[in-house]
């Protein structure tokens, strides 16, 4: 302890150093690493027939190491410790004749210009650079400036560094402004070896001459598991992918000690684009008995599987790592913008990966499976891609669900784990579904491979509600008056927020005398529903492009009490509020008052909440209870979903088991021979488990 400075800027005190060398003797002190780990960055950069120039050498055996290995032997080290040159030059003595160790101030040398091919510094500006006051960056410029008068354009510095922010920053910064090209290292780890939680990275500065006017900056960085760099734009780009490395190790060293309490997620990028390529959780069962063969699993989610509560929620991915009966389990959730061989390729990718993760305890060669569901990584095929100027970006996908089913599903990718629409579908179509759209889809070429009996079918299935809170919004119709919810009756229907138009579809179809007026804000949306999910008008379906709010206030002035039913499932595009559904403008009082003025007296208001802010919810619960008189809700099992039945003037007020005697009475009028009812639809099941507010 007696060897640590009092404060960092002593690092850049020759006193400093002087005492340090004199107090540790010959036991070689290494900064960031030895030889093996630096060898295979350093190997790519420096030559045998190299005149190669060593800053702030100090003991450090790496210049002796690169002469005795061949890597050059015209080394000149130089250090501002007399103490630690006079030590250097009696260990290496005549053994390296080729070597020498001069004592000098590599902010003022003595060398000519253009002098050397290479410069290397192991940690000195990392021990210079300790703070950004004034005078301490005044020497990091002398020294850079010293640095690249002594090389020889073509010749490359090469800084072994911890990589500081301000440090990366700094040197990125001068050296890309002076026209030299700017690549960054990561050095791979060395084990038990490794002196450092952090990883250690190589700054590999080449020296160009420098163009007149603005020439363009070239900086790169080069993971440790890669060769081929790959490209930033800017030099806060390549601080920011060191900053993520670097939280990656300190997360890797954490999670090798202690079980984590919270579930840890983090992302696994493609090396060519960049982009996500597999989200990894994290999951710990501290309550699992330990045994030889259940410290660690990985578990490889199906794709399009990702948003099923099981793998998509915390709550469900504890569930699963319990069941599964290890006491690290990591979940592995693969990117519909990514290829995929099948699982034995998944397994050979991230087999060294997710090793780093592992448990503390695990067993030296311990086998690590690989699980699944039924043993593949499942089907997704995205059908269509686009941006719509409300929505954002959105792909149409089709994926392989949980049995013999395939559905399609809409996702916004700025909430990319969430579905927004989705349908089942039925037996394959005459054309893919890819081909089977608008007139910007191509039909398939003579003599192109035809589909492969793999590929999921495209016909919509329209019978069947894939969403849970779609079945309770219908069931909720037999709050309607009379004895006898009968589905010929003529109901009028206005539903907001079309989505893939699986509900208002389903109203129009079961509902033979409903009249349905939907409307939706986003024409993108209307496009998609009718090109992807068999979405179709007539005289008892219309879709208004129009802002709901807007629709709704102009009705309440012009034609009041219309509607025996409204339903509202529309999202909000504004993400940082607590409520993804419906956006805060449908629920203020003024707004709940004017659904209430086109409401019949005894119809239904039926809203799907998704809000995770209790305070706001409660809000949300205390305005509605203020505008209808009565209000029913109705929780979602494992969803955030839970759906509200408002009336203002109720026929009657029915306890669970008598909604739940209304709901079958629905379901059995509904059933008609020769229409399609799934056994799945149990309605009275959707209406015993309200509750009266």
């Not at 800053?55 to 080394?75: A, F, H, K, P, R």
């Not at 780009?237 to 309490?261: E, F, I, N, W």
């Not at 007139?439 to 070429?445: H, M, P």
């Not at 909604?659 to 009275?684: F, H, I, N, T």
Request: a neutral charge; one cysteine or more.
């Amino acid at each position: 302890m007696e060897l640590l400075p009092r404060s960092p800027g002593e690092f850049g005190s020759a006193r400093y150093w002087e005492r340090f060398f004199r107090q540790r003797g010959q036991r070689p002190f290494e900064w960031y690493g030895a030889f093996p780990e630096l060898c295979p960055v350093l190997h790519k950069y420096v030559r045998p027939r190299d005149k190669v120039l060593v800053v702030g050498c100090g003991n450090s055996e790496l210049s002796e190491q690169m002469y005795d290995m061949g890597m050059c032997e015209d080394i000149i080290n130089i250090d501002i410790s007399d103490a630690v040159i006079r030590q250097m030059q009696e260990r290496s003595g005549s053994k390296r004749p080729k070597m020498s160790y001069l004592l000098m101030d590599m902010l003022q040398m003595d060398f000519p210009d253009a002098h050397f091919q290479v410069v290397l510094d192991k940690g000195t500006l990392d021990a210079i650079l300790t703070d950004e006051e004034e005078a301490t960056i005044a020497k990091v410029d002398r020294m850079f400036a010293e640095i690249s008068r002594v090389l020889q354009v073509g010749g490359r510095y090469l800084a072994v560094s911890l990589a500081q922010a301000h440090v990366l920053k700094k040197a990125v910064e001068y050296f890309s402004r002076e026209g030299w090209v700017v690549r960054v290292h990561q050095v791979a780890g060395s084990g038990d070896k490794q002196q450092f939680v952090l990883p250690v990275f190589v700054y590999v500065m080449t020296k160009f001459r420098k163009i007149p006017g603005s020439a363009p900056q070239i900086l790169e960085i080069c993971p440790e598991e890669q060769d081929k760099p790959m490209r930033v734009e800017s030099a806060e780009q390549l601080v920011a992918a060191v900053k993520d490395r670097q939280h990656y190790a300190l997360l890797c060293s954490q999670l090798s000690k202690t079980p984590c309490g919270e579930q840890v997620s983090l992302d696994l990028c493609n090396k060519e684009s960049g982009r996500p390529r597999y989200t990894l959780h994290v999951v710990d069962s501290p309550s699992v008995k330990p045994s030889r063969d259940n410290h660690f699993a990985i578990f490889i989610i199906p794709q399009g599987r990702e948003t099923e509560w099981l793998f998509g929620t915390e709550e469900g991915r504890r569930q699963l790592a319990a069941s599964a009966g290890f006491r690290r389990l990591v979940t592995v959730a693969l990117h519909r913008e990514q290829h995929y061989e099948g699982m034995a390729a998944i397994q050979a990718e991230l087999s060294g990966k997710v090793m780093e993760l592992a448990p503390p305890g695990l067993p030296a060669r311990q086998q690590v499976p690989f699980l699944s569901v039924g043993g593949d990584i499942g089907v997704r095929t995205v059908q269509h891609r686009d941006t719509s100027p409300l929505s954002g970006e959105y792909v149409v996908e089709d994926v392989k669900g949980d049995g013999t089913f395939y559905f399609r599903r809409l996702i916004f990718l700025r909430n990319r784990n969430v579905v927004q629409s989705e349908a089942r579908l039925l037996a394959p179509a005459p054309l893919p579904a890819s081909a089977s759209c608008h007139s910007g889809q191509r039909k398939r070429r003579k003599g192109k491979k035809k589909p492969s009996p793999a590929e999921p079918p495209a016909a919509i299935d329209k019978s069947y509600l894939c969403c849970e809170h779609h079945k309770a919004m219908v069931a909720g119709l037999c709050l309607l008056g009379g004895p006898d919810p009968l589905p010929g009756t003529p109901l009028a229907v206005l539903v907001v927020g079309l989505g893939g138009g699986s509900l208002p579809l389903f109203v129009h179809d079961y509902f033979s005398q409903a009249r349905v007026a939907v409307v939706e804000i986003d024409p993108s949306m209307l496009e998609v529903a009718t090109c992807w999910f068999g979405f179709s008008q007539d005289d008892r379906m219309q879709v208004h492009i129009s802002d709901g709010l807007d629709y709704v206030a102009k009705l309440a002035a012009e034609a009041p009490a219309q509607y025996d039913a409204i339903m509202f499932d529309v999202d909000s595009k504004d993400l940082t509020v607590g409520m993804s559904c419906p956006p805060p403008a449908f629920v203020e009082k003024a707004f709940l008052q004017k659904v209430k003025t086109i409401l019949k007296p005894e119809g239904v208001f039926v809203l799907n909440l998704v809000c995770r802010d209790t305070q706001l919810k409660e809000s949300v619960l205390a305005t509605l209870r203020e505008v209808f008189l009565l209000l029913y809700t109705r929780r979602i099992e494992g969803e955030v979903n839970e759906i509200l039945f408002c009336q203002p003037n109720p026929v009657g007020r029915w306890d669970p088991t008598e909604l739940g005697a209304r709901a079958r009475a629905l379901e059995g009028a509904l059933r008609q021979p020769g229409r399609p009812w799934d056994s799945s639809y149990v309605l009275a099941d959707m209406l015993q488990a309200v509750r009266i507010l």
